[in-house]
Nanobody, 115 residues
Framework: QVQLVESGGGVVHTGGSLRLSCEYS????????MRWYRQAPGKQREVVAI???????NYPDSVKGRFTISRNNRENMVYLQMNGLKPEDTAVYYC?????????WGQGTQVTVSS
């Protein structure tokens, strides 16, 4: 059973930075496709970053150039570096793993960007 535990959320001012971490356990991390999602109040959950087992990454236009996803396959960790944060980035951020056809979610971590 895969488990994901996020950390690193908090409150920052506009233009600030945060680094989210997600610890993966329970299966072979290097095989997993990892994503970060976010969900703001009253809005649908949306993907903000994806990293394949190869290390290839992709981002939506809303965060491209500001967010960077990375992974450490030795430590079973995935990270989301968020720079130039804006109030519209305020949301609960979730770590997501897809491995052997199954999808797993973390519990989420709150990110609040004050104007």
């Amino acid at each position: 059973q895969v488990q994901l535990v996020e950390s690193g959320g908090g409150v920052v001012h506009t233009g600030g930075s945060l680094r989210l971490s997600c610890e993966y356990s329970g299966s072979i991390f290097s095989n997993a496709i990892m994503r970060w999602y976010r969900q703001a109040p009253g809005k649908q959950r949306e993907v903000v970053a994806i990293i394949l087992s190869s290390g290839s990454t992709n981002y939506p236009d809303s965060v491209k150039g500001r967010f960077t996803i990375s992974r450490n396959n030795r430590e079973n960790m995935v990270y989301l570096q968020m720079n130039g944060l804006k109030p519209e980035d305020t949301a609960v951020y979730y770590c997501n793993a897809m491995e052997t056809g199954r999808t797993y979610w973390g519990q989420g971590t709150q990110v609040t960007v004050s104007s």
